[in-house]
């Protein structure tokens, strides 16, 4: 700045950029602002991107409290009504009510914003879902205690990717869950993850009237780790073929309203009465289908296991010969 012979005019209303804030517990909404233009003095009304109020209090990079602020100055100020974003622009304004009126214009379309966002963002996922074989996607709102947390913990969770089910972040913001959050959380379907911040029992009664889930956390690999872990419950489930057992035909018989019952040896595993079958012949699978009974002797049983001879016959099929090997197997669930 010296080098380069850097000038700002002192003698205006200041404006400038934050550089962090955060939600104090004892001191509430707290903001970290660049003076860039102009003079800040203690007592001035400020618009800070959707947040509004009257400096209560500045302090400069020591910490020693101060009443104005010049240009290329960082300050810590108090008074604002909500906390605001990192990066977002500050300006002085003359009046409270001023900064008030302005304030609320741009979060009004603030959140007319967030809105055609969602419901342009379910138009998308419709095509998306076509064209993506049914992509899933998990909503999530974020609320932290810094600007910091809440960045990282949106980029973390965006990153995240469990084969057909992904995470669409769409608001991440600091300060504690506000009814605004509940209601678009309700209509976007989403989860609100809060973290370092505990909602009032009134929110915690609207989220549960709304039916919205709010999940707190203070560790940012336990909230990415159990979000991965509801990615993967909405896989769907994949099968996996197991053999069980098999069994070889040492006798066929004929019922005229049964069929070929098959006098079998069960020599490895376990024969279960809803299992699958093929038939197999020479090493050939002839028949792949259904078990349509299991005897012993003359009894309906659930399983025989090995070394023991049973009655066996297969759903819609009869060309059954002595010397013919039945593999059993079934599907069974296996975790993605």
């Known amino acids: 700045a010296d080098i380069k012979e850097l000038k700002a005019n002192p003698n205006t209303n200041a404006s400038g950029t934050v550089i962090e804030a955060k939600l104090d517990k004892g001191r509430g909404p707290v903001a970290t602002l660049l003076v860039q233009r102009g003079t800040l003095h203690a007592g001035d009304s400020v618009v800070v ?129 506000s009814e605004s959050d509940i209601m678009l959380a309700s209509a976007s379907n989403a989860i609100i993850y809060g973290f370092n911040i505990r909602p009032t029992a009134a929110i915690r009664k609207k989220a549960e009237e709304e039916g919205v889930e709010i999940r707190l956390h203070n560790i940012i690999y336990k909230a990415l780790e159990e979000l991965e872990g509801a990615m993967k419950g909405m896989l769907a489930p994949v099968y996996e073929e197991v053999v069980i057992g098999q069994a070889e035909v040492r006798e066929t018989y004929r019922a005229s309203k049964v069929g070929t019952i098959a006098g079998c040896k069960v020599t490895d595993g376990v024969a279960k009465r809803d299992a699958k079958v093929r038939l197999i012949r020479d090493g050939i699978v002839i028949y792949d289908g259904k078990l349509g009974s299991l005897q012993r002797f003359k009894d309906a049983v659930k399983e025989v296991q090995t070394g023991y001879e049973c009655g066996m016959t297969i759903e819609n099929f009869n060309d059954i010969k002595v010397g013919d090997i039945l593999e059993l197997y079934e599907d069974q669930e296996v975790e993605q």
């Not at 010049?70 to 990192?86: D, F, H, K, Q, T």
């Not at 009126?101 to 603030?110: F, G, L, P, V």
């Open 49 to 177: 991107g959707t947040a509004y109020g009257r400096i209560r209090k500045m302090t400069n990079d020591k910490g020693k409290e101060i009443k104005e602020a010049g240009p290329s100055m960082p300050v810590e100020i108090i008074g604002l009504n909500e906390v605001p974003r990192a990066s977002d622009v500050f300006m002085a304004y003359d009046t409270y009510k001023q900064a008030q009126s302005i304030a609320q214009t741009r979060e009004e379309k603030q959140i007319e914003k967030e809105r055609n966002a969602s419901s342009a963002m379910s138009l998308e996922d419709l095509a998306r879902k076509i064209s993506e074989e049914d992509m899933k996607e998990i909503n999530v709102i974020i609320k932290a205690d810094v600007q910091g947390s809440a960045e990282a913990l949106a980029a973390s969770m965006e990153k995240l990717e469990v084969d057909t089910v992904k995470v669409n972040v769409i608001r991440s913001t600091v300060g504690t869950i």
